[in-house]
């Protein structure tokens, strides 16, 4: 089970999950969460002592992180990567905050970073795959939807089964209402919340599956998303042999 860090919402270890291969992603070296500014400082230094994370990837717009900042893990030696990415064509400059579109309006969003933003969305992949970025934390705000949209490709890239990323997405279901409540005591947000629809309240499964099916029928597949938008091939092989724990032997499970 996942230690809870107090103010930390939406944090949890990927790991375990099973690839095509039969393998596994290894525990201890990938998380996620929700913005990390809310955590105590007694509390950063347990996450920090407890995880090893040496990087935290910031998903957050620049003014966000200047507005709402980075909390205590900034006085503490982890590499901070600010890589922020939106739907420009609906944020304004200098907001967080946008209608979601159309009829399925997670659906939209998700597939709007796509659209106004790959390059910066498939470059976590690479940026994970430096040497020594591992263990690493990926956040935004509110911990699943552009944090959602990163891991998930992330996932698929280093062949985790499809329905394991959509279950991994939707696990982080419970902590959505009360993150998306907090947002009305951040600078950034307040009670401009209220024009987000109940959708974003949730993390359905659903949604996550139709947004990998979409990647697949306008990309050609995460491979080959990354590879249009100069993720190489060789950091992919990199950060999957980091990841990804190989199928043991069948003569090592049954000796």
């Not at 099973?18 to 007694?42: C, D, E, I, K, N």
């Not at 205590?72 to 420009?88: C, E, G, M, N, Q």
């Amino acid at each position: 089970m996942t230690a809870a860090y107090a103010g930390l919402l939406g944090f949890r270890e990927v790991g375990g999950l099973l690839t095509a291969s039969g393998g596994r992603v290894r525990p201890g070296l990938l998380y996620r969460s929700g913005t990390p500014q809310f955590l105590t400082p007694a509390d950063a230094r347990a996450l920090v002592a407890d995880t090893g994370i040496r990087t935290t990837v910031d998903l957050r717009l620049p003014h966000e992180v200047e507005r709402e900042g980075r909390g205590p893990l900034a006085d503490l030696p982890v590499r901070h990567v600010p890589h922020p990415f939106t739907i420009r064509s609906l944020v304004a400059e200098g907001s967080s905050v946008a209608p979601m579109p159309g009829d399925d309006p997670l659906l939209e969003t998700y597939l709007g970073y796509l659209r106004d933003d790959a390059a910066a969305v498939v470059g976590v992949i690479a940026e994970l795959a430096r040497p020594g970025a591992l263990p690493a934390l990926v956040h935004c705000t509110v911990g699943k939807d552009r944090t959602g949209v990163a891991v998930a490709l992330l996932l698929e890239a280093v062949g985790v089964l499809r329905e394991e990323v959509v279950a991994e997405y939707a696990a982080g279901e419970s902590d959505v209402a009360p993150a998306m409540e907090r947002l009305r005591s951040m600078a950034t947000y307040g009670d401009a919340v209220d024009v987000y629809p109940r959708a974003a309240w949730s993390a359905p499964p659903d949604v996550m599956r139709a947004f990998l099916a979409e990647v697949d029928a306008r990309h050609g597949g995460v491979a080959a998303l990354l590879t249009t938008h100069g993720v190489a091939p060789d950091a992919v092989s990199r950060l999957s042999a980091l990841l990804v724990e190989p199928a043991r032997p069948v003569e090592e499970e049954n000796p």
